[in-house]
């Protein structure tokens, strides 16, 4: 189930952000899609310490906040997630924190 499959991960985040793709996912959850690079071509820390694995991993709280209720459909748009997102790696953050749940059940 949803619950036995949640994935906790601390972010550094570098001058370039969290260098993290997501996506708009089924049922408008925000889902983890791969990993971006830094300008120089070189992987991020999250990259670089395979953080995140599966693409189409859930993300449900950001820094704590919940962002899908108690039966995991979305409490915010998008965009308001996208929103939550840059707020929380603005500085002085350096680092932030995902739950997620895993796509693989």
């Known amino acids: 189930t ?8 601390s972010l550094v985040v570098p001058g370039e952000g969290v260098l ?4 708009n996912g089924g049922e ?9 690079r830094k300008s120089d071509g070189s992987p991020g820390p999250a990259e670089t310490g395979l953080l ?7 993300i449900i709280a950001v820094n704590g906040r919940r962002i899908v209720d108690e039966h995991f459909r ?4 998008f965009q308001e997630v996208l929103q939550i997102l840059s ?4 500085p002085p953050s350096l680092k932030v924190h995902l739950t997620l749940v895993s796509a693989c059940k």
Not at 20 to 23: D, M, V
Not at 28 to 36: E, Q
Not at 87 to 90: G, V
């Open 20 to 23: 993290l793709n997501i996506a």
């Open 2 to 9: 949803l619950l036995t499959n949640r994935i906790f991960v």
């Open 52 to 58: 995140l694995r599966s693409r189409g991993d859930i």
């Open 28 to 36: 408008g959850h925000v889902v983890f899609n791969g990993y971006r």
């Open 74 to 77: 979305p409490s915010y748009s």
């Open 87 to 90: 707020h929380a790696i603005s």
